[in-house]
């Protein structure tokens, strides 16, 4: 089972519904953070890192040598990762897509894949969690392709929850596509509206059964309700505008361990997500 946990904008309480989640099922759970440029499931849950491992991105090295100046790794660059000015070629490496189409189409094979550091994907644990995030390298641009080397630690056998970019750009794609489930949080104020119903569009293009979790689910108005009714949205959860919950959180720590009750609600909540993928099997 894979969960993406995903929201239309940041600061709708996305990383609290994928911690705790996490935190209140009994059998054995990954949570992997791919909201690479700022990931903070790690203050939640606190994981011992045991592994790390620099990534890289295939970008062109170009031998000027071989290279007869004939344009085609230019022409075949949308991204214009590569420029002829005279009788020099120019490479960007922050443009590149690392395609590869640039060294498929050289005719002098004068160009090779060197590599551009993207960042880091740490690995560890916390009790039965399995944790795995990303962290951009300061500067780096291209966030998917970290993303998909976190995804690329996900574990058929176990629970994956992944903790997604907010938005609905590329970042929040990779990390979405080919899971079983989305769960998107929102919180019903027109902001929390307008940004749900572009996550929720990004989700239908990819075929992925939805659903949503409220938080400050007694705060704005019913927009988001009526909303969810219209799309037929089942609503899985909902979290109050709660002081002491606001100051577990400021405090990093976990609902499930310092409101107890609040576990089987989240446990609750996991329940819904398989019995609703079940029905989408059948």
């Known amino acids: 089972m894979i969960i993406s946990i995903a929201s239309g904008k940041g600061g ?8 705790n989640l996490a935190i209140s099922l009994e059998s054995d759970i990954q949570i992997l953070d791919c909201d690479v440029e700022e990931p903070n499931v790690h203050l939640f849950i606190k994981p011992e890192i045991d592994k790390t491992e620099t990534i890289y991105t295939p970008i062109p090295e170009i031998d000027e040598e071989k290279c007869t100046l004939c344009k085609k790794c230019e022409e075949i ?6 420029a002829i000015v005279g009788k020099t070629v120019l490479t960007f490496p922050a443009l590149c897509h690392s395609c590869g189409g640039c060294i498929a189409v050289c005719p002098e094979n004068a160009i090779t894949e060197t590599g551009r550091e993207l960042g880091v ?4 644990s916390f009790g039965k969690i399995k944790f795995v995030h990303g962290l951009l390298r300061v500067g780096e641009a291209m966030s998917p392709p970290l993303i998909k080397k976190v995804r690329s630690y996900l574990k ?9 970019p907010p938005g609905t750009s590329c970042p929040v794609i990779a990390a979405m596509n080919n899971t079983d489930f989305v769960v998107m949080v929102t919180e019903p104020t027109p902001f929390g509206l307008h940004d749900l119903i572009l996550g929720v569009e990004a989700v239908k293009l990819l075929d992925i059964p939805c659903g949503l979790v409220i938080n400050r689910s007694d705060i704005g108005n019913r927009d988001v309700y009526d909303y969810a009714k219209k799309e037929k949205l089942p609503i899985l959860l909902e979290i109050p505008f709660d002081r002491k919950i606001a ?5 990093g720590k976990m609902i499930v361990d310092e409101i107890p009750e609040w576990k089987e609600k989240f446990a609750g909540l996991y329940s819904t997500i398989k019995d609703l993928v079940k029905e989408g099997r059948n």
């Open 121 to 124: 994907v740490e690995q560890g």
């Open 12 to 19: 709708t309480g996305k990383t609290t519904v994928a911690t």
């Open 156 to 164: 058929p056998d176990l629970i994956n929850i992944i903790d997604a």
């Open 77 to 82: 660059c949308r991204f214009k990762a590569i």
């Open 247 to 251: 100051e577990i959180y400021s405090r």
